[in-house]
């Protein structure tokens, strides 16, 4: 048999009657660490020990220590038949190696018991006056990449190690608390005289002295630290709820929905300015109306906003073989391939048409012409040359020229709505995005405009006041600046 002990904390009086009377009977005793205080009591009682410090020493990780600890403790038992393995605190708290260890018990059909002990929780607990009951999240420092921390509970975060691994664990803190949020440093829990309890602020973790493989904090529960994303969740529920307010009450997924697109369209505004300041507050406002029209489906009853983030979770992993699963890609272009081909597979598309009438109808209509476009080239149907898609355009327009003075609006409708499909089918040959052209084109209108009117007003008219002949003679003006100032850039 495997028997597993737990060494408590540090404090010798801490060690339960049954680990003390296995430890002291007991034969090939191995200790996962003599780095610990209740190990210097021990070692007047025992006869022989051996320890694992030496993996510390040449693994790569503690995974791998862990990992190798286990194996060697299962070898061993093969030759040996009876071993015990010492562990700090309790085994079954924030130990891995005994993890591992059970693991490959549970395989081998290997008899293995647990004698507990005092865990580094109860220390903690009781030097600090913690009620479990209240909420209490215990990681490991080394896995702190891989938990969600959360403000609603206190957390305990354990093998604090030493310097490095504090700066590890605080800017993760950073993450989601305010720099100058108090917690607390605790090392050696339970231990008389050694234990050090001390509040700090998380920007001051990695600056103690003292850190040490004794060393844990605590970060008490704070309701009004950071905001975070549960916390906008319950702001919009507030809102919408019975005593909420009256408008955000009435709306529905029919009334906001041209606010999401403005909200959007205000976004890549600012990404267009390089407005860092804009992009947070824009993409505050585009996450709002997620979690609006979520709380609408939740009390509609049809969904929430987990069923949202459920959604999009499972089409990202879909989407995505070769992170996820086994498929090999070479590039970003293989990547997109198989996005559109997972697409269809998704969304049943058995025909091109399918993929064209499945493109966004409330998309602006120049990206839904390109992408209409880009979906008949796949099989071919397209222009060989810009050249000829720039005939296109002179036949589109020569059609409009012909039925302009009818008083058909529908027809005229029609054929200015193929000369604008053929300047995009120009514009794609092009690789030149038509949205952003006809944004340039705007902003260049507005500028030869304004130099107009700031013309007018230097010579006190009104606009109305000057003929056509004098504003073209302006404009031309104000192109010939554009010229010599992008001719000086050059």
């Not at 410090?53 to 503690?62: A, G, I, K, L, R």
């Not at 070479?330 to 081909?341: A, K, P, R, Y």
């Amino acid at each position: 048999m495997i028997k597993i002990i737990g060494l408590g904390p540090g404090a010798p009086e801490a060690l339960t009657i049954g680990a003390v009377n296995a430890l002291e009977e007991g034969k090939n005793v191995y200790f996962r660490t003599e780095k610990h205080p209740t190990v210097d009591y021990l070692k007047k009682r025992m006869k022989d020990f051996k320890t694992y410090d030496h993996y510390y020493e040449v693994s790569e990780n503690f995974d791998e220590v862990y990992s190798s600890i286990a194996n060697d403790i299962i070898k061993n038992y093969n030759d040996l038949e009876e071993i015990i393995y010492a562990v700090p605190g309790h085994p079954l708290v924030a130990e891995k190696s005994v993890f591992n260890l059970i693991n490959l018990c549970d395989e081998k059909g290997i008899k293995y018991e647990i004698v507990p002990a005092v865990s580094f929780i109860d220390a903690m607990m009781d030097v600090l006056k913690i009620d479990p009951i209240e909420g209490l999240k215990v990681i490991d420092a080394f896995d702190i990449n891989n938990q969600v921390l959360d403000k609603r509970i206190g957390t305990i975060i354990t093998q604090v190690y030493n310097p490095l691994i504090a700066s590890e664990v605080k800017l993760r803190l950073l993450d989601y608390y305010n720099d100058d949020t108090e917690i607390y440093f605790v090392r050696a829990a339970g231990i008389v005289g050694e234990e050090s309890v001390r509040k700090i602020p998380i920007y001051e973790l990695d600056m103690q002295e003292d850190i040490d493989y004794l060393t844990s904090i605590y970060i008490p529960k704070d309701m009004n630290n950071k905001k975070d994303f549960n916390d906008l969740v319950e702001i919009v529920d507030t809102l919408r709820g019975e005593n909420g307010c009256p408008w955000d009450m009435e709306q529905t997924h029919e009334s906001i929905k041209n606010q999401l697109l403005e909200e959007a369209y205000e976004l890549v505004d600012s990404i267009n300015n390089d407005d860092i300041d804009g992009m947070i507050e824009e993409l505050g406002d585009v996450l709002l109306h997620v979690v609006f029209h979520a709380s609408i489906g939740k009390d509609d009853g049809y969904f929430n906003i987990y069923d949202v983030i459920g959604s999009i979770c499972d089409k990202m992993i879909y989407r995505h073989p070769h992170v996820f699963g086994d498929l090999d890609v070479s590039n970003s272009s293989e990547v997109l391939d198989n996005w559109e081909d997972l697409k269809k597979k998704e969304k049943h598309f058995e025909t091109i048409t399918d993929e064209m009438k499945a493109v966004a109808k409330a998309l602006p209509a120049l990206i839904r012409a390109n992408k209409v476009q880009k979906k008949a080239a796949k099989v071919g149907f397209d222009w060989e040359k810009v050249e000829e898609a720039a005939l296109k355009v002179e036949e589109e327009l020569k059609e409009v020229l012909d039925v302009y003075k009818s008083n058909n609006k529908e027809k005229i409708k029609g054929e200015v709505g193929d000369l604008i499909f053929a300047c995009v089918n120009v514009a794609r040959l092009l690789k030149i995005d038509e949205e952003e052209a006809l944004n340039s084109t705007i902003k260049k209108f507005i500028n030869r405009f304004s130099f107009i009117e700031n013309e007018a007003i230097k010579n006190n008219k009104t606009l109305n006041e000057m003929t056509l002949e004098e504003m073209d003679e302006i404009w031309n003006r104000a192109k010939g600046e554009e010229f010599d100032k992008n001719k000086k850039d050059l």
